[in-house]
């Protein structure tokens, strides 16, 4: 079993940064897809970026390409979210994930989940 915990949510305000991580621990894989996804109040969740763990091939929702960068650091056993120009919009929890899909964009496709932090963007 994977264990992900992600960290680095807060307050912010609009056009602000904030960098998110999520930690593996427990047994990882090379060939897991890491996610990131979203959910707001009310709302489902959705796929935002999804990073592979052995090349680092990135994949980003329409709504944050442009602003929201992933990478990974294997010696870490972390993968980042990099979130400029925040907006509104973008106030979820935000949820780490890891799938044995190649590059899954979908909330099915992921077994391990982190807990979540919460992001929320003022204006």
């Known amino acids: 079993q994977v264990y992900l915990v992600e960290s680095g949510g807060g307050l912010v305000q609009a056009g602000d940064s904030l960098r998110l991580s999520c930690t593996a621990s427990?047994?990882?894989?090379?060939?897991?897809?890491m996610g990131w996804f979203r959910q707001a109040p009310g709302k489902e969740r959705e796929f935002v970026a999804a990073?592979?763990?052995?090349?680092?091939?990135?994949n980003y929702a329409d709504s944050v390409k442009g602003r929201f960068t992933c990478s990974r650091d294997n010696a870490k056993n972390t993968v980042y979210l990099q979130m400029n120009s925040l907006k509104p919009e973008d106030t979820a929890v935000y949820y780490c994930?890891?799938?044995?899909?190649?590059?899954?964009?979908?909330?099915?496709?992921?077994?391990?989940w982190g807990q979540g932090t919460q992001v929320t963007v003022s204006s």
């Open positions: 427990g047994r990882t894989f090379s060939s897991y897809t």
């Open positions: 990073i592979s763990w052995n090349d680092s091939r990135t």
């Open positions: 994930a890891a799938t044995l899909y190649l590059m899954g964009t979908m909330t099915p496709q992921y077994r391990n």
